[in-house]
């Protein structure tokens, strides 16, 4: 069956538009992205390929562009298409912490570091500097790394947060491997970059590891 010969209840977007976003299947939502599909390829059998193909929507959405442009029924018009949106969805969901803003709850924080954190493919280190208010002064992505780890130097971190003029500072990186559990070594590291910050009165409130669909706050774990 074609798209055009569907029963018009059963189509991507008028189902989306008839019964809202969240009932529709990952397919199907990529099916109204994609709008066509490909010569013998109806546009749901390409969105269940590419599904497939990629192991899942995550997979799709953070590919590269040469990974994406590779497929077929795929080309640098959609790949800047996905990418617009994916930082359209980054801009939405960081508005709680625009700079300046104080810090609202511990829930807009986690989807503020999912949201920056939470596609990288390699391990990113990274701090959001707050004042004696806990307003936001600045997000910065200080060190990267390969899959396995990336190297902190604490006298970098302090140099970066006198230089923010930062009265605290809540750290976060990624678990590419999409486990946010906190190894030893980072729980290592986050006395380390306490007691360095300490010795310049700027408190370390947190450090979030970033997994796939889960933050894990040491703070909370009493690991701090």
């Known amino acids: 069956m074609t798209d055009s010969t569907w029963p018009t209840d059963e189509r991507p977007r008028e ?3 008839a ?9 199907e939502l990529l099916a109204i ?12 059998a390409l969105a269940r ?3 497939e193909e990629f192991s ?4 799709l959405l953070t590919a590269s562009q040469r990974q994406f442009c590779n497929v077929k029924g795929l ?5 800047a298409q996905v990418q617009a949106a994916m930082e359209m969805a980054r801009r939405v969901m960081e508005e709680p912490l625009r700079q300046g803003d104080p810090l609202r709850s511990p829930e807009d924080t986690r989807r503020f570091l999912t949201s920056r954190l939470g596609t990288y493919p390699h391990e990113v280190f990274a701090g959001l500097f707050l004042d004696n208010r806990h307003r936001v002064i600045q997000y910065r992505e200080l060190f990267r790394g390969t899959i396995d780890g990336a190297a902190v130097y604490p006298r970098e971190v302090v140099r970066q947060a006198l230089e923010d ?3 605290a500072v809540i750290f976060a990186h990624n678990h590419p491997s999409g486990v946010a559990e906190p190894s030893q070594a980072d729980i290592s590291l986050t006395r380390r970059l ?3 910050l300490g010795l310049v009165d700027i408190r370390v409130l947190d450090h979030m590891v970033v997994g796939h669909g889960e933050v894990i706050s040491l703070a909370e774990r009493g690991l701090l």
């Open 56 to 59: 899942g929507l995550r997979g």
């Open 33 to 44: 992205f994609l709008r066509t599909g490909t010569t013998g390829m109806p546009v749901m």
């Open 75 to 79: 080309g640098t018009a959609k790949y």
């Open 19 to 27: 019964h809202g976003a969240p009932t529709l299947s990952d397919a």
């Open 15 to 17: 189902r989306l538009l």
């Open 194 to 196: 306490k007691e360095a």
């Open 165 to 167: 003029n930062a009265a």
């Open 49 to 51: 390929h590419l599904i």
